[in-house]
């Protein structure tokens, strides 16, 4: 059974004495890695000092470098032979970092997916389609042994091949499927090729969508298209992967777990806390993980915590959708832009189509952005006035957005490139030739492992 009443409506109280108890425990494990061995007698901390979770403020926090320097094992709190599996990150903004798991961790691991995915609706008779890379990405396994615990059927398809993925969601009558949100929009060329209408000729009814940032617009087009609850998941390897937090069929929020982590939102510059309410960074201390418990990890995630209550009853404070990580901020002609807030304005434009990049270069001193935007089929028929109608719109809500104004080139359906896993929405020509070099060579790209 994986509705976990008495975890899931815990008073706050409860929750918290919970999560202070499991804090001391896993300070007591963490000490012993040599990483934090080393990290807290330098900060002059003792697992007795701990008292309150407001002195867990007082730990250092552990960053994606820490990780890369104590590569492989720095972090290990327990015998090599008690690991039963590792993950990495896909990489996709450097060398991969590495994640140990014991069997407990992997058991704890499936109950929360497996909780996750009950909350928003998944049953014992859905038939599940894993459209996600397996391998050293966590979407894969991760999602896998959730809906094999909760006893749905798990198709483990994997990743790509869309013409195989429709074929399956017919012949199996799939219910619930595991689809990176633009490979979802992209797939749906493949159904109009084919000439099968998502809604109508498969039986799905859930997508579950997670592992890269998208917003509340493409949420409602996934919905429209499929005729599905699109659930948002969000999870990161360090963290275990997915099950880190998910939506309720409330849809105001992803509750993350408490019970196996701590949750932390601060100021990315000056890393103070934020109330609630406000967008700052991820900060997670895991709880519940024994071969590799990670202590406040920086995930560069941004978003806020929304206030208040959830009318579902869990008590689990719920995240925002997440605005992109930090290191995705662009600055162009000195002001900030996330990506997500151009996709904001194109995707609410019914004659957008399901796919757009975001071009930076340097023309002389000065930034120039260029947003290509894939238009609909409907749209190119009706001509050249149409479109240039279109583009005057979409610049006027941009610079709106943005404040300033990009140009704004529109293109045929399917003329920009789309892969199957996280898609790659910018390319910043504004950095020398041997700086775009050198860090594709250092492995930050999005490919790497995965999804
Ligand atoms: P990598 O860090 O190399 O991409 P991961 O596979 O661990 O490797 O990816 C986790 C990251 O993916 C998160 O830190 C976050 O930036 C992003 N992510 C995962 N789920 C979501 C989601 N639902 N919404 C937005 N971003 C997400
Ligand atoms: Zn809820």
Known sequence: ??????????????????????????????????FYGQAFSENGTTPEKVKSLDDLRRLPFTTKQDLRSGFPD??????????????????TTGTATVVYHSQKDIDRWTDLVA???Y??????????????????????????????????????????????????????????????????LKLLETFDEVGIDPKKDTGLRILVVGAEPHSEEVRERIEEAYGVFAVNSYGLSEMNGPGVAFECPQKSGLHLWEDSYVLEIVNPETLEPLPDGEVGEIVLTTLRREAMPLIRYRTRDLAMVHPGTCPCGRTHRRLSRIKGRSDDML???????????????????????NNYLILLDREGPVDQMTVRIEVTSALLAQGIEGLEALRA????????EILFTPKVDLVEPGMIPAGDGKAVRVIDNRQPAYCTKLRRESGGSAEGSGP
Request: charged share 20%; proline share 4%.
């Open 1 to 34: 059974m994986f509705w976990d009443k008495k975890i899931e409506l815990l008073p706050r109280e409860d929750l918290e004495a919970l999560q202070m108890a499991m804090l001391k425990k896993t300070i007591r494990a963490a000490v012993k890695s040599p």
């Open 74 to 91: 720095g972090f290990l709190t327990v015998d090599r032979n008690k690991v039963v599996r590792m993950h990495a990150s896909s990489g």
């Open 115 to 117: 909780r996750c995915l």
């Open 119 to 184: 909350m928003a609706g998944v049953r014992p008779s859905d038939v599940f389609q894993n459209m996600m890379s397996y391998g050293l990405f966590t979407g894969g396994l991760g999602l896998h042994y959730g809906a094999e615990a909760l006893g749905a059927m798990v198709i483990p398809v994997g990743i790509g091949n869309s013409k195989r993925q429709i074929a399956f969601l017919q012949q199996f009558e799939t219910t619930v499927a595991h689809i990176i949100p633009s490979y979802s």
């Open 331 to 353: 600055i162009v002609k000195g002001v900030n832009v996330y990506p997500i807030q151009v996709e904001q304005v194109l995707m609410a434009f019914e004659e957008v189509g």
């Open 393 to 400: 719109k979409i610049i006027r809500r941009l610079r709106e």
